[in-house]
């Protein structure tokens, strides 16, 4: 299996022969072999003037490059809702800006590149032992191939996570996410799906199922068949190997296919996204959700594929409004428009990290923030 965006680049200038780009964005247009001398100011002009730069040195320097690279690029401007109070409009335009502001920090991270060979491994002195994190990420690796040492850091990263696992208190059990899957680490909406009341129904489906933390939630409260679907074959191979090793494999079904599987349940759950907007990394694809695409394809579906009685339960955040993305008009809307009626919602408040960083450029809308579990039956 080969990650996404690989590229062949037979004679790239400045690249091994017939290299492949295995980066998460687009290959470089220019690219430059670089060694422990480089230094970051000079890295710095180069990577702002749009040229790569493939590292040949000590790979412990090249971390260090990258550090040092980071520090040289500007900070934003503090968004306008920090220095005054400001409109819906407003705030979602600071957003915008600090996305793109991030974005343009990821590009100028990118630039600094190593080299892969069959192994795999970095073909670098020093270098850290990458065969189990990289083949669990992308498989192995096919010849000689360069990566952007920070998409490297990433897999290294997530291979942590899925060693390491994130403690669910509803499961009273630890879920394992591979990479390219969202860490379920902000345990209040699983809490809201571990204790809202269940229809009487013993078939449910979990939409998105991502890790498959809701799945197992549904299968310890007792539902006798539940259809975990997902998009991502990475998904399903997720929760499918934190199902098995939870001993609760024999109740779900997981499919790869784009929101319901075939049937009607008397409960169906979906986690999207919660911010509308573009994904550019696999990871962003579990936080925005473009257009609120996969929201309103559930509203839209949901009355279609309940079994007389049921119900829909949509997990969701209200910080898209919070920051000027959705109003609470529109959804209601989406909701009314799709032949839905709101039996109940459940409410509680985060209590992660970030939630309680004053320091954060968003600490209002963050702070302000309730996830929601809305209770849904057609009308």
Not at 34 to 62: C, F, I, K, P
Not at 127 to 147: C, E, L, Y
Not at 317 to 332: N, Q
Request: hydrophobic share 45%; proline share 8%; glycine share 10%.
């Amino acid at each position: 299996m080969e990650p996404e965006g690989t590229t062949a680049l037979p004679g790239h200038p400045a690249l091994p022969g017939n290299a492949r780009w295995c980066g998460s964005g687009k290959p470089p247009a220019r690219c430059v072999v670089v060694d422990d001398t480089l230094t970051s100011q000079e890295a710095y002009r180069l990577a702002t003037g749009g040229t790569a730069m493939l590292w040949s040195g000590d790979y412990h320097n090249a971390r260090q490059l990258l550090s040092a690279l980071g520090r040289r690029i500007p900070a934003p401007a503090p968004p306008s809702g920090v220095r005054s109070a400001a409109s819906p409009a407003e705030v979602a335009a600071d957003f915008y800006r600090v996305r793109q502001g991030r974005a343009h920090r990821s590009r100028i991270l990118a630039s600094l590149l190593v080299p892969l060979v069959p192994g795999p491994a970095v073909d670098l002195r020093r270098a850290p032992d990458i065969a189990t994190a990289w083949r669990h990420a992308h498989g192995d690796v096919q010849g000689a191939s360069v990566v952007p040492l920070q998409d490297l850091l990433g897999v290294l990263g997530a291979e942590q996570w899925r060693e390491r696992g994130v403690f669910v208190p509803a499961l009273d059990a630890t879920i394992h996410p591979h990479y390219g899957t969202f860490a379920p680490v902000r345990g209040e909406y699983l809490d809201l799906v571990a204790e809202a009341p269940l229809p009487d129904t013993s078939t449910a489906f979990d939409l998105g199922t991502g890790t498959g933390v809701l799945a197992a939630i549904l299968a310890r409260r007792g539902m006798a068949r539940i259809v975990a679907t997902d998009l991502s074959g990475r998904a399903i191979a997720c929760a499918a190997d934190n199902l098995e090793r939870l001993g609760l494999e024999q109740p779900v079904e997981l499919a790869v296919t784009d929101m319901f599987p075939a049937g009607r349940a008397g409960l169906i759950v979906c986690n999207p996204p919660w911010l509308p907007g573009s994904a550019t990394t696999l990871l962003d694809q579990a936080v925005y959700d473009p257009k609120s695409r996969m929201l309103r394809a559930f509203l839209a579906g949901l009355a279609g594929h309940l079994e007389p009685g049921g119900e829909g339960w949509l997990v969701i955040s209200d910080l898209a409004e919070h920051l000027g993305l959705r109003s609470r008009a529109e959804l209601l809307g989406w909701i009314e428009a799709s032949g839905l009626r709101v039996l109940d919602r459940l409410d509680t408040r985060p209590t992660h990290r970030r939630s309680a960083d004053a320091g954060d450029p968003f600490h209002a809308a963050r702070s302000a923030e309730v996830t929601s579990l809305w209770r849904l039956a057609a009308a």
